[in-house]
């Protein structure tokens, strides 16, 4: 929270019923912690947990990313992570297709020279 800049003053917190499965501890006890930062006007809901003290802690730092989000954009961590995933699932251009099956392909006929020589003429 320090790098990000965010204190302790400037988070409103207040505590909500949570909804969906827990049974009996999500229906009596409010769960559920949502978070406000001042500055930003960021709001952040959350009900991962059953326990109240995991959630508020979830909820801090989900609001972090958020805030950093906002801040650094294009630069944040988060956001560099998805931009590394859709890299990745992106698909491949014709000539790197190609490129990586010709390397492949010599990859292979240098194994098959290494091969032991059978005896049988």
Known sequence: MRLARIFERDIAEHFVRSSGAGGQNVNKVSTCVVLRHAQTGIEVKCQIARSQAENRFHARRILCEKVEKRLLG????????????????RRRSKRAKEKMLSDKRS???????RAKVSEES
């Open 107 to 113: 990859q292979s006929e240098k194994k098959r020279l």
């Open 74 to 89: 294009s630069k944040s961590a988060a956001e560099k992570k998805r931009w590394k995933i859709a890299k990745q699932k």
